[in-house]
């Protein structure tokens, strides 16, 4: 898992141009997501479809934006 997640950095720090970098940012959403994914099916596995409770993590609240612009007054990465 790590090891895939700084490939898809290391893309993103060599993104030349604007759709270069939103490529990246495509693929580290969708890698983000599918490992999601994948540590709720081992926790289904292992525990069943239980609720949470006693010492699992509690779900989280709030999701993620789907979308993110560059601001180039800021430089960042803003939510849409």
């Known amino acids: 898992e790590g090891k895939r997640l700084e490939a898809n950095l290391a893309a993103l720090e060599n993104a030349q141009s604007v759709e270069q970098m939103k490529d990246s940012l495509k693929k580290i959403i969708e890698y983000s997501q ?47």
């Open 34 to 80: 599918g490992a999601k994914e994948r540590l709720r099916g081992a926790y289904n596995l292992k525990h069943g479809n239980q609720s949470y409770g006693g010492n699992a993590p509690a779900p989280v609240a709030q999701q993620a934006p789907s979308a993110f612009v560059f601001n180039p007054a800021t430089g960042k990465l803003e939510p849409k």
